[in-house]
């Protein structure tokens, strides 16, 4: 198969619905040439479900990023479904959460942005980590990032998050350069995914978009963002790393 992608092998986290950025970046993929392979955790049947109206079928990993067990079997599992010559080529970081606490900046305790910086941002150093055996020179890492020069209206704690993530990256793309591995986030729009209604004001925080993105954006649509992830996890970028690429109708380049 021809594509971008052609005989890539890339593991993607955070699919749930068909509504995720996670979901449109393993489609898009696939469609270039791929081989994909998911990642859930909790409602794994609901994954395995939504993996089926991918183009092609992709095998789902139970992965919980906080248990050190599943880290270090995640390797061998992904052997398991690719036999001897097992390799990625590729990972897709979507993982983020926040308990409800976490979005009262004031209010929140520690246990509630503890969890919030390890489950979003500590957990794509242990991603990369867990799947370095597996990786050569030329691999790509790519993270979701929600900008974090900016202090918005109900994110809170989750924002904080994403600047730690932000810092990860910077710092895994130095520690990982020496072999040859990138690591960039893509800074998407908000969308109305399942991971959204946890998110509480979420409709204030959106709103920015529909005043402010010069090029349009679509709350509805994460395929803009999912190809952005597709064309970092590509060959065109070969020297491009620590990077952050805008994929949000511009708004970050509008100011406060």
């Known amino acids: 198969m021809s594509g971008i992608l052609a005989g ?32 859930g955790f909790g409602r794994l049947s609901l994954v395995e479900r939504i993996a089926k109206r991918l183009p092609k079928p992709a095998p789902v990993i139970e ?58 941002a500590y957990s794509y150093k242990s991603l990369a980590m867990a799947c370095l055996p ?35 990256n910077r710092y895994l793309a130095r520690d990982l350069g020496p072999k040859g591995i990138r690591c960039n986030l893509v800074s998407a729009g908000p969308i109305k995914s399942m991971a959204a209604k946890s998110i509480p004001g979420f409709e204030e925080l959106a709103d920015v978009w529909n005043h402010r993105a010069p090029i349009g954006w679509d709350l509805t649509d994460p ?14 970028f070969p020297r491009t790393t620590g990077e952050i690429v805008h994929v949000d109708g511009g708004v970050h380049m509008m100011g406060a």
């Open 8 to 39: 890539k092998r890339i593991l993607v986290t955070g699919v749930l619905t068909e509504s995720s950025i996670a979901f449109q970046a393993a489609k898009v993929a696939q469609n270039e040439g791929a081989e994909v392979v998911l990642t």
């Open 63 to 120: 992965l919980d990023v906080t248990n050190q067990e599943h880290l270090d079997g995640l390797a061998g599992k992904i052997r398991e479904h690719q036999g001897d010559d097992a390799r990625l080529d590729g990972i897709v970081h979507s993982i983020a959460f926040g308990p409800q606490g976490a979005f009262n900046f004031l209010e929140a305790d520690w246990e509630d942005v503890s969890t919030a910086v390890q489950v979003s």
């Open 134 to 168: 597996l990786m050569e020179n030329g691999a790509s890492i790519v993270g979701l990032t929600f900008d974090a020069q900016i202090a918005w209206p109900k994110y809170d704690w989750m924002g904080v998050a994403k600047a730690a993530l932000e810092s990860t």
């Open 223 to 236: 395929e803009p963002a999912g190809r952005g992830v597709v064309g970092l996890l590509s060959d065109f």
